[in-house]
């Protein structure tokens, strides 16, 4: 597995693990459905930017002999 996709794998565990806290302490009781789905959709970007933005770079430059 390539690291980017053990880099958003992770991230998206950890995203699960503050949501299920949160909604195991009641914070989600309060907050309206809609801004809970647009919290979600901007971590979700988040991570997605955050997981290209690590990955290695590729060396284009041809090897000279």
């Not at 299920?20 to 302490?25: N, R």
């Not at 919290?39 to 090897?63: Q, R, Y």
């Amino acid at each position: 597995m390539r690291f980017i996709h053990l880099y958003l794998v992770g991230y998206f565990i950890v995203v699960l693990g503050v949501g299920l806290a949160l909604w195991q302490t009641g914070v989600l009781g309060y907050v309206p459905a809609i801004w809970v789905g647009v919290g979600a959709l901007v971590a979700i970007g988040v991570g997605i930017m955050l997981a290209v933005s690590s990955g290695k770079p590729t060396n284009t430059k041809a090897v000279q002999p």
